[in-house]
């Protein structure tokens, strides 16, 4: 169905505490990203997922980390949440054709 | 690294008019140069992209320019209609493997 699906789309966090977004992709894509979208910023790359258990830092890994043990399945993972980590998080897979595929988004607020 | 300028950040256009959104980027290597396009609270939509062996792509109203010896392209939405409004994207990329780099985004507004 060519969809890439965010959980949860809401989150509101204490600072200190875990976090933990997931995307599922139903492309069989072997690439997926997660990105961060702030106002002023635009969308920043945090970690790039070549395939399972193939990994690498995007330009702002600091503070975050990711697992990917399925194909279709990319976590972000936030150990001990900060303020400043209160963003919009879109994940997103590529196809062969390098177009990438967008979900809807998981707001995190840190408070 | 890639950096990508969007020139303007917002886009007041008349239904039925072109609306013009133009993109410098600094890196000669870069290749691939997709649009995206954001509905209020949604996830970025691929619109249309352009490689650097063309200047020119179109696609129904959508049209795309590269001038690689400027390291500038642009998209242009021709007839514009109220659901072009959106904010929209570009980006700019070579080594797929690091993704993409975005512009800041340009917000499209059509009024009637």
């Known amino acids: 169905d060519m969809k890439v699906t965010q959980m949860p789309r809401y989150l509101i966090k204490r600072m200190g505490e875990n976090v933990l977004l997931e995307c599922g992709q139903d492309?069989?894509?072997?690439?997926m990203y997660w990105y961060r979208q702030d106002p002023g910023l635009g969308l920043q790359l945090i970690y790039i997922?070549?395939?399972?258990?193939?990994?690498s830092e995007g330009d702002i890994p600091k503070g975050y980390r990711v697992s990917r043990k399925k194909r279709e399945h990319f976590s972000l993972i936030l150990d001990s949440a900060k303020t400043n980590q209160t963003s919009v998080y879109f994940c997103?897979?590529?196809?062969?054709?390098?177009?990438?595929?967008f979900g809807e988004g998981s707001r995190l607020i840190v408070v | 690294g890639e950096k990508v300028e969007q020139h303007e950040s917002t886009l007041s256009v008349r239904e039925g008019d072109s609306a013009v959104i133009n993109c410098t980027y600094t890196?000669?290597?870069?290749?691939?140069f997709p649009w995206y396009k954001q509905e209020a609270g949604k996830g970025l939509h691929f619109v249309i992209d352009?490689?650097?062996?063309?200047d020119r792509k179109q696609s129904q109203r959508l049209i795309v320019l590269l001038d690689k010896k400027a390291k500038r392209f642009s998209l242009h939405i021709t007839a514009t209609q109220p659901e072009d409004s959106a904010i929209y994207f570009c980006?700019?990329?070579?080594?797929?493997?690091?993704?993409?780099?975005f512009g800041l985004g340009t917000r499209v507004s059509v009024f009637p």
């Open positions: 352009i490689r650097s062996n063309v």
């Open positions: 997103a897979s590529r196809n062969s054709g390098n177009t990438l595929y």
């Open positions: 890196d000669t290597a870069s290749s691939y």
């Open positions: 980006a700019a990329g070579n080594n797929y493997a690091q993704g993409l780099t």
């Open positions: 997922s070549y395939d399972v258990d193939s990994n």
């Open positions: 492309m069989s894509h072997e690439t």
